[in-house]
Nanobody, 123 residues
Framework: QVQLVESGGGLVQVGGSLRLSCGAS????????MGWFRQAPGKEREFVAA????????YYTDSVKGRFTISRDNAKNTVYLQMNSLKPEDTAVYYC????????????????WGQGTQVTVSS
């Protein structure tokens, strides 16, 4: 079992950057494939990016390809989401998630979730 804690959210202007971090207050992230999701007000939670256990394979939703980068440092027990060229439509609560299968995009396929961190992009 693992407990996830996100950090790094905040308010940023259009075109700016943020780096989100996801650590574990309990458990070891290297045992899991990891994903990032986001949920805007009134919308369903949507897949953003995922990374394999070793970090060798990354997956992205089309709307963030070329702008966001997911990475992990298993020695630091941390997963990152570097977000560049941010747009107003990126505004959402961002969640990290841990699961047993690499590259899956459905929320139901992840077993553990963090509490979320707010990202707001102002125009």
């Amino acid at each position: 079992q693992v407990q996830l804690v996100e950090s790094g959210g905040g308010l940023v202007q259009v075109g700016g950057s943020l780096r989100l971090s996801c650590g574990a207050s309990r458990g070891t992230l290297s045992s899991y494939a990891m994903g990032w999701f986001r949920q805007a007000p009134g919308k369903e939670r949507e897949f953003v990016a995922a990374i394999s256990w070793s970090g060798g394979i990354a997956y992205y939703t089309d709307s963030v390809k070329g702008r966001f980068t997911i990475s992990r440092d298993n020695a630091k027990n941390t997963v990152y989401l570097q977000m560049n060229s941010l747009k107003p439509e990126d505004t959402a609560v961002y969640y990290c998630a841990a699961g047993s299968y690499s590259g899956v995009t459905g929320p139901d396929e992840y077993d553990y979730w963090g509490q979320g961190t707010q990202v707001t992009v102002s125009s």
